[in-house]
DNA sequence: CCCCTGGCGCAATATCATTGCAGGACCCCA
DNA sequence: TGGGGTCCTGCAATGATATTGCGCCAGGGG
């Protein structure tokens, strides 16, 4: 989990991670091939990719509705002041919902984007008036997802 | 993939998912080992997962900043119009641009919520104009993340 | 020209995935 | 109450994979 220097990523890591973002329960041995290299130096790089922190983790991606979450919702969140402990204590209060998926703070003072889930719209109604009457915040601006066109893994390669 | 009935997950299952969606390039004993299971009905329980679509697939989560994308951001966009053929053509065209990862339609008419990313603020520029230039586009707000307080992958389970 | 470094493939071995099979729990219905 | 399904488990065998050790080759300096 090195912070510093350059990668330094070849033709070849670039095609790993490509096909490890796209599959990342692939074996080795077809990752090899796909990559046009033999296991052992395959393996080696991806051990590598992983130590270095490039690969973060591999997650399975589990359909929210199959397990009951029918409704995913941005929040726009602003609060009333950008100090510091404000901010801190609101990260606070998001990161703890298990709802809350996603906690982005956003430039321009005193504003966060969250991704939610909720079980149905009952649910997604008290989620936002739970916001609403957070400490310290000023509005909220709900934002349904109705349709997802585009859900890409992860970032562009190449 | 089917799209139906009762997806009837006990504890078990439950259990799978929680560990898969938290790491899923564990080995399949190991995950056994974890659920308290041996491990051919562990592997059989995942492969019906990953039948029924509740596991849609599994990715490598790959730090964006060490492949060279700096920038986070998201584009909340408003369109001109509610007609069909124009959310349409523009979905085409942000699913076609590599740098937006996720592309949202929100409920209340004509608004999409993007995320993309960005090699450097010229990159971002450039493209938040081309997104405001864009056909039928009448208004980009863009949402820079300047901090990410939580990233969970997937749903709550249980 | 030789040495050092780095990365590769081969081959051996430890682990893991996968399949076939037998047994137990549960349920329905006679 | 008891036979016959159904479903799911664990055990054991077998084929694949992951992992390690090692020798080889290519490129960059002295």
Redo the contacts between chains.
């Keep these: 989990m090195n912070r510093e220097p350059e990668?330094d990523?070849d033709s070849v890591d670039l095609h790993i991670?490509t096909e490890?973002?796209?599959?990342?329960?692939m074996t080795n041995v077809e990752l090899a091939r796909r990559v046009n290299l033999s296991a052992p130096p395959c393996l080696r790089r991806v051990r590598r990719l992983e130590e270095?922190?490039?690969?973060?983790?591999?997650?399975?991606?589990?359909?929210?509705v199959?397990?009951g979450?029918e409704i995913t919702f941005?929040a726009?969140v602003g609060l009333e002041s950008q100090k510091q402990a404000i901010l801190e204590a609101f990260?606070v209060l998001?990161?703890t919902w298990?709802?809350?998926?996603?906690?982005?703070?956003?430039?321009?003072g005193g504003?966060?984007?969250l991704r939610l889930?909720a079980r149905d719209t009952a649910h997604e109604n008290e989620l936002t008036s739970r916001l609403t009457n957070a400490p310290s915040v000023l509005r909220v601006q709900t934002?349904?997802?109705?349709?997802?066109?585009?859900?890409?893994?992860?970032?562009?390669?190449g």
């Design positions: 990668p990523l991670l490890l973002q796209q599959d990342g329960r270095t922190g490039i690969i973060r983790g591999y997650h399975a991606d589990v359909d929210p199959a397990l979450w941005f726009l990260e998001a990161t298990p709802e809350v998926r996603e906690c982005h703070m956003i430039r321009g504003d966060f984007l889930v934002l349904q997802t109705i349709r997802t066109a585009k859900d890409a893994a992860g970032v562009p390669i």
